[in-house]
């Protein structure tokens, strides 16, 4: 499979919390492929309007957050401990600042933005030129790469997906609670799919994952086993 593999793109889409990045990442590990997180891009942003006062109260000032646009410079660079693409917010690493809860807590908002969209899917766009990536989000099989040879739509129970994103940020030492993350995973889904910007929507011709009851080798197999097929 792998090794006759032509390059392609495989769009990885889905609720949050699911485990999207974490499959995206090994498939591309094993395809020797690029992951593109682009979710991370999006955090990014949203990172910027926290710390320039962009966000008051929960409230994207849209106004204000279109004249810094100019000045937000999102890339990722190859992190040579780990071999990551670590996502960098105009000179800096954010790969860890981007994950805290506060930002997720703010992201929705901030990607629903069409202005906002249309400069990271331009960015995404470019990322994708040479083919060989697996780029996962909210909307690359259906409007970043419509044209896409695998499209994957990754989901779980709610409560699942709130209890892995709870293990993952009290390991990392973030005090949170279940309650807030759970509160937080339901909303923002709710926020990501009735957008009015390329809302979170299963392609048709995606084929659906649910990972609910599988561990992260059994995701990656059946991934596995789809790419095999191409
Ligand atoms: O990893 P997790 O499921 O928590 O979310 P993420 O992939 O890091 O995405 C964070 C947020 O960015 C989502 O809730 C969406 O609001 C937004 N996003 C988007 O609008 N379009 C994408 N292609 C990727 C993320």
Redesign the pocket.
């Known amino acids: 499979m792998a090794a006759n593999l032509p390059n392609i793109i495989i769009a990885i889409?889905?609720?949050?919390?699911?485990g999207?990045?974490t499959v995206a990442r090994e498939i591309a590990r094993r395809l020797n492929y690029i992951f593109i997180?682009?979710?991370?891009?999006?955090?990014a942003v949203?990172l910027y309007c926290l710390r320039n006062a962009i966000i008051f109260n929960g409230i994207v000032d849209k106004q204000k957050l279109l004249t810094h646009l100019d000045a937000i410079k999102v890339y990722f660079q190859l992190n040579p401990q780990n071999q990551h693409n670590d996502i960098w917010l105009n000179g800096e690493n954010v790969e860890d600042e981007?994950?805290l809860l506060e930002v997720?807590q703010h992201?929705?908002p901030?990607?629903?933005v069409a202005e906002v969209?249309h400069l990271?899917v331009s960015l995404?766009h470019e990322m994708g030129l040479a083919k060989g990536i697996v780029?996962?989000?909210?909307?690359?099989g259906t409007v970043?790469f419509p044209n896409a040879e695998l499209k994957i739509f990754m989901t779980a129970r709610a409560d699942i997906?709130a209890q892995r994103?709870y293990d993952e940020l009290t390991a990392k030492g973030e005090k949170v609670s279940y309650e807030e993350i759970m509160a937080n995973?339901i909303e923002?889904?709710r926020?990501?799919e009735t957008?009015e910007q390329?809302p979170?929507r299963k392609a048709p011709d995606a084929v659906v994952l649910d990972t609910s009851f599988m561990n992260r080798e059994e995701q990656l197999e059946w991934v596995l086993n789809l790419v095999s097929k191409i």
């Open positions: 889409d889905g609720h949050s919390s699911c999207k990045s997180d682009s979710g991370a891009m999006y955090r949203t981007i994950r997720s992201v929705s901030v990607a629903a969209r990271l995404q780029m996962d989000g909210r909307d690359i970043v997906r994103r995973v923002r889904d926020y990501d957008r390329s979170l």
